[in-house]
T-cell receptor, first 115, second 113 residues
Framework: GAVVSQHPSWVICKSGTSVKIECRSL??????MFWYRQFPKQSLMLMAT?????????EQGVEKDKFLINHASLTLSTLTVTSAHPEDSSFYIC???????????FGPGTRLLVL | GESVGLHLPTLSVQEGDNSIINCAYS??????FIWYKQESGKGPQFIID?????DKRQGQRVTVLLNKTVKHLSLQIAATQPGDSAVYFC????????????FGQGTILTVHP
């Protein structure tokens, strides 16, 4: 149980384009999902908390207009990187919280390369 | 641009040895802790968790110890195997950060056959 998937697993795009990443909880309903960013050899940095049916809560320093989050159902959250630039290249990882628990289960990550 | 990363602590052990990975936390309100294993290019994988009302919890080949007095957490891996080679992160939540995890910097474990 507690399987979280992400799609795509990797994406290469041109500067200025937008990229959408999907995060799905496959075997449980997640009212709360989280989006993280990770640079090489660094820890995970929380970007935002995605709540089903309401607006996402962004961490300080994260541009909400650049990183659009939608959590339209109990099993799907999406992160859209708008007008991507090379500095947005990173490893993006989502997690889903098991309802009633604090445990977060992570997806496999999406590697984004902006040329 | 991309920020310069810190060098992660490293631990090298021989196959069959026991490994101990340490983690310190600063938020005294933290009351829930998790250890994750992250292999290269993959997302973190849940290993074991512990609540602050416990000092020790055991899983399969792993034990987590919690010392709230000095705000210290450790992960012990028994009979370490090459497949245990990965980066290990501790994470905690609680207080005003309920539901949100704060991650430690991670430790690179390398197991030599």
């Amino acid at each position: 149980g507690a399987v979280v998937s992400q799609h795509p697993s990797w994406v290469i795009c041109k500067s200025g384009t937008s990229v959408k990443i999907e995060c799905r909880s496959l075997d449980f309903q997640a009212t709360t999902m989280f989006w993280y960013r990770q640079f090489p050899k660094q820890s995970l940095m929380l970007m935002a908390t995605s709540n089903e049916g309401s607006k996402a809560t962004y961490e300080q320093g994260v541009e909400k207009d650049k990183f659009l989050i939608n959590h339209a159902s109990l099993t799907l959250s999406t992160l859209t990187v708008t007008s991507a630039h090379p500095e947005d290249s990173s490893f993006y990882i989502c997690s889903a919280r098991d309802p009633g628990l604090e445990t977060q289960y992570f997806g496999p990550g999406t590697r984004l390369l902006v040329l | 641009g991309e920020s310069v990363g810190l060098h992660l602590p490293t631990l090298s052990v021989q196959e069959g040895d026991n490994s101990i990975i340490n983690c310190a936390y600063s938020n005294s309100a933290s009351d829930y802790f998790i250890w994750y294993k992250q292999e290269s290019g993959k997302g973190p994988q849940f290993i074991i968790d512990i609540r602050s009302n416990m000092d020790k919890r055991q899983g399969q080949r792993v034990t987590v110890l919690l010392n709230k007095t000095v705000k210290h957490l450790s992960l012990q891996i028994a009979a370490t195997q090459p497949g245990d080679s990965a980066v290990y992160f501790c994470a905690g939540s609680g207080g005003t950060s309920y539901g949100k995890l704060t991650f430690g910097q991670g430790t690179i474990l390398t197991v030599h056959p």
